[in-house]
């Protein structure tokens, strides 16, 4: 009986969980060889659409902004249509750094809903249970991101050559989404710009506030598209996800 009641309370406040997605995807590819990364074919479908059919189909998410270059508006908007990505409200273009395309988005975010997902255009495999559990972590603690643990040893370098070897099992890889109280990463994301400070990833504009960010279980799986040999990998996670 209280079994059934726990579950009653749980499912009732994860239903009134409302979450917005601010997807970045108005960079520039420069690592990936001259190729736009985000229009790139997997399993014959752009990145792009893998990334956004993700967040559509995760109950929480009420609205997806999609944060592209400007060039890239017209096709990124018809793409969204022609496949019916229902929750993608905005099309917005970027700017200079990834900090900048994602307070564009923030900005854009519907004033009623109270969390936002920010997750890279190029990461096209996250799963529903990745989503689900950063999602959850944050409407509790108000910051969570995904992460797993690193698998290599990592060394430190001054000049080419190691002057530490770190300490492996203090280590992750942050992943996206990573998700916040709206109104807390706005702030945080307007003050890094205003110190000018530079960001590789958003979690980290929070810690810089002194506000602690909960990690939550992600996965080898949700990659980054970065290099070309990335799309390779890509092509074979996905079919070995469809085989399990
Ligand atoms: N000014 C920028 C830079 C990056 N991004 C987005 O942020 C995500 C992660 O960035 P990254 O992988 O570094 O993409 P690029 O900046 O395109 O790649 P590169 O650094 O190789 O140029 C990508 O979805 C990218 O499109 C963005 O929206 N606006
Ligand atoms: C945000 C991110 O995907 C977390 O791993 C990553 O830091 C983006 O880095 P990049 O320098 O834009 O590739």
């Keep these: 009986?209280?079994?059934?009641?726990?579950?009653?309370?749980?499912?009732?406040?994860?239903?009134?969980?409302?979450?917005?997605?601010?997807?970045?995807?108005?960079?520039?590819?420069?690592?990936?060889?001259?190729?736009?990364?985000?229009l790139l074919p997997l399993a014959?479908?752009?990145?792009?659409?893998?990334?956004?059919?993700?967040?559509?189909?995760?109950?929480?998410?009420?609205?997806?902004?999609?944060?592209?270059?400007?060039?890239?508006?017209?096709p990124v908007g018809q793409l969204c249509r022609d496949c019916g990505l229902s929750k993608v409200s905005r099309v917005i273009?970027?700017?200079?750094?990834?900090t900048h395309s994602v307070l564009a988005g923030v900005r854009e975010v519907d004033e009623n809903i109270p969390l936002v997902a920010i997750h890279d255009g190029a990461r096209p495999l996250v799963s529903q249970?990745?989503?689900?559990?950063a999602i959850l972590r944050a409407s509790e603690c108000g910051a969570a991101a995904p992460a797993v643990p690193v698998k290599d040893t990592i060394k430190r370098s001054h000049a080419g050559l190691v002057d530490?070897?770190?300490?492996?099992?203090?280590?992750?890889?942050?992943?996206?989404?990573?998700?916040?109280?709206?109104?807390?990463?706005?702030?945080?994301?307007?003050?890094?710009?205003?110190?000018?400070?530079?960001l590789t990833d958003d979690c980290s504009a929070?810690?810089?506030?002194?506000?602690?960010?909960?990690?939550t279980q992600g996965d080898y799986c949700n990659l980054k598209i970065t290099t070309p040999e990335d799309m390779a990998v890509a092509e074979a996670l996905l079919a070995w996800r469809e085989n399990e």
Aim: glycine share 6%; net charge positive; aromatic share 4%.
């Design 1 to 38: 009986m209280l079994g059934l009641f726990k579950r009653l309370v749980h499912s009732k406040s994860e239903d009134v969980i409302r979450c917005a997605a601010v997807v970045p995807a108005a960079g520039s590819s420069s690592r990936m060889k001259g190729q736009d990364k985000i």
């Design 44 to 74: 014959e479908q752009p990145v792009l659409v893998h990334t956004l059919r993700a967040l559509d189909q995760c109950t929480y998410i009420t609205q997806i902004i999609v944060v592209t270059r400007e060039d890239l508006i017209v």
């Design 93 to 98: 273009t970027g700017g200079a750094t990834r």
């Design 129 to 133: 249970a990745v989503l689900a559990a």
């Design 164 to 198: 530490a070897t770190l300490e492996r099992s203090e280590l992750f890889a942050i992943q996206t989404p990573q998700v916040f109280e709206r109104s807390l990463i706005r702030a945080a994301l307007a003050k890094a710009l205003e110190d000018g400070v530079t």
């Design 206 to 215: 929070v810690e810089r506030l002194g506000i602690g960010v909960a990690l």
